[in-house]
Each structure stands twice: as C-alpha cells, then as structure tokens.
C-alpha cells in the first residue's frame, strides 16, 4: 500500500506536492468538511432531501482530484467527491442547489469537464469508459477519472466496464473509494477478493493501493496514472483505502451495525488532522491561518445557500424537463394533470 504521510504526519519519502499546493487541499478538505456541516443541518431543517457526508474521505477526494487538469481532464463522481467538483469547477452555489432541489442552479456550467453526481451505484463506470474512449479517439490528450466505492465494485456494471477499457486500452484512472461500508454491508460481507485494487490484474491493467487516508499518497499514485494514460498506457485501478467515519446518509444510524471502538479508532488517522500536523510542522500553516480560513469558508457556504434560497421553486412540471428531448404522448398526459393537480 503507497504511503507518503504517515498517521504521525511524518514523510516515508519527499512529498510529491508543493507547501502552496498543500495549503490548496488542506482549504478544500476544510471547506469539505464545512459543507458537511451545513447540508446536514440543512436536512435536519427539512431544507435538504437526503444527504451522505464526505467525512473521513477528504484526503481520497482531493487528492485525486488534485491531481486532474480541470481544462483537459473529465471527472465522472459517484455521490461523495463535492468538494473534487468543486475543484474541478462546479460552483458551490450549484452544489447546494443539486441538494435544495434546485434543479436549474444545479445545472452544471457550459465548459466544466463534469458529469453530475451518481445516486445509481455503479452506473457511472460504463460512461466513464465512454468518456475515456471519445478522448482517446479524438486525442485531445485528456484522460477521464472515475469515482466509486467498494459497493459499486460488485457490480456487473463495474466488471464490464474494467473489461472494455483494458481491452480498448482507454485513459481512464478508476478511483475506488474503498471506504470498508456499503451503507451496512462491511467489506468482509462484499467480497472474497483479498485486495480490491487486484481486480485489474483480471483485465489487463494495472492496479495499486493507496492510503487513502494519505493526501500526499493520493496525489502521487494518481499523478502516476494520469501520466501513464495520457501516454497511451491504458487504464489503472487505484483502490484508494479509507473509512467513512460518518453516517451512511442522514437515513443511516451506524451505531446499529458497527462498534463504537472502530470509529474511534479510525479517527486516530483523520486525514485533516495529517495534513494540518505535518504542514504546521513545516512551518506553512498556523491556527492563524486556519482560523482565517475557515472565516473565508463560511462566508462562501452562506453566499452559495443564499443564492440558492433567491432562486424561484421549481413547479410540479420542472420533473418533466432535462431527461426527453420530446414527451411522449403518456408524460405529457401526466405533466397536464400534475401541474392541474398543483394549482
Ligand atoms: C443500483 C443501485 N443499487 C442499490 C442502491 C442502494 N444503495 C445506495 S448507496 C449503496 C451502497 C454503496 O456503497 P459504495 O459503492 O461502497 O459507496 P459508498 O456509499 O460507501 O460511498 C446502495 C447499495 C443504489 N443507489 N443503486
């Protein structure tokens, strides 16, 4: 497994990121987690539908994240990467309207190299491929980079997808955010397979695990597999390791299926705390800092709720749009009578 900073924020090797890159990341895993916060408060107000944190997964996230070129490279999330969107150009305005269903404020923006979120566990990962295929056909040297959790890694959707991006040799890089709970589902219920990140051996391509808890290890083995597919040496899978430290979603009461001891343990290697230590030993980051951040932060959470809290509320009809270019005779029958049934 690559390690890069350890748990005590120490270095196995010189770290692959400069201080001014660390202090972006160790913003962006702050502002994530802030996010966090918000949109849960925000579904305990019944403002926000349904909502699944990030926490424990920052360093997975923007690490990788990081590592993409948002002018050449195409992200394709699952449903936990929010503040990697962001990175990679999703305004966060748009970020809470996906969640306060705000459907047009949702949109995302013409030019942002970004598929919407992914609530279908797995079905991300053909059109991920696709993706990778159409850059590769149209050799615009961009690569694509996938993200999906160990869940997703048991469906047939990921075994096809694997199949047909080792044999057309796509620039892919396949982030498995193997945060060990598929909702209740611990990984020794999900799987025999002694180490996910060998599943690409079975396809032709390479595969590697990561700490995932380990930003600057997510940095380097990503960077890797962006330079390999950029030249032409096909896909890789990164099993990136981590624990999701929170709930499952706001639905989700994990007290009911994991121990107590297991969380605490897990928070011995915060990935926030790694971060935070080593820079502040190195002398680019103080409380000072971090407390002015974190002022920063806030204000633009509260500027991109308030956004969203302007726009109008979408009617009964708004269901209708975005999916069919045309309605079918039977939607536009149902379209009549649910904006007859809202007036
Ligand atoms: C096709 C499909 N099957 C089942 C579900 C219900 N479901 C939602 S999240 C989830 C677990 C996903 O686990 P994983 O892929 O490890 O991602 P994580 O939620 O841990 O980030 C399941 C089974 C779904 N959304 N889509």
């Known amino acids: 497994m690559l390690e890069v900073l350890r748990a005590d924020a120490t270095l196995t090797a010189p770290s692959p990121m400069s201080p001014a890159q660390v202090v972006e990341a160790l913003r962006l895993m702050l502002m994530s987690r802030a996010v966090d916060e918000r949109l849960i408060k925000l579904q305990r107000m019944g403002r926000v539908g349904v909502y699944g944190p990030v926490h424990g997964q920052e360093a997975a996230v923007i690490g990788s ?63 991920a491929v696709g993706l990778a295929w159409a850059l590769k056909l149209r050799k615009t040297g961009g690569v694509a980079a996938v993200y999906f959790g160990e869940g997703a890694s048991s469906e047939g959707d990921f075994h096809e997808a694997s199949n047909l991006a080792g044999v057309m040799r796509v620039p892919l890089v396949m982030l498995l955010i193997n945060n060990r709970y598929a909702i209740s589902t611990p990984l020794s219920k999900q799987t025999a397979a002694p180490e996910l990140a060998r599943r690409a051996d079975g396809y032709g391509f390479r595969g590697c695990a990561v700490d995932g808890n380990d930003l600057l290890a997510m940095y380097a083995a990503t960077i890797d597999a962006v330079n390999r597919a950029r030249s032409g040496e096909g896909p890789t899978l990164i099993e990136c390791r981590t624990y999701r430290m929170g709930f499952h979603n706001t639905s989700d009461n994990p007290k009911e299926y994991r121990e107590e001891t297991e969380l605490a343990e897990a928070e011995q290697s915060d990935p926030i705390e790694r971060v935070r230590r080593y820079a502040t030993r190195e002398g680019f980051w ?58």
Not at 77 to 104: C, I, K, Q, W
Not at 316 to 327: K, P, R, S, W
């Open 286 to 343: 103080s409380a000072a800092d971090e407390a002015a951040a974190i002022e920063e932060i806030r204000a633009q959470i509260d500027a991109g709720q308030k956004h969203v809290e302007a726009q109008p509320r979408p009617g009964a009809a708004a269901i209708f749009e975005h999916v069919y270019d045309t309605l079918s005779p039977r939607l536009q029958q149902q379209r009549s009578e649910a904006i007859d049934d809202a007036t």
């Open 65 to 127: 994240a990081m590592a993409l070129d948002p002018r050449r490279d195409w992200m394709v999330p699952a449903s936990r990467e929010h503040l990697a969107m962001v990175r990679h150009g999703l305004p966060l305005a748009n970020l809470f309207a996906t969640y306060m269903g705000s459907f047009d404020a949702a949109a995302i923006p013409n030019g942002v190299q970004l598929l919407p979120r992914q609530q279908s566990i797995g079905a991300q990962l053909p059109q």
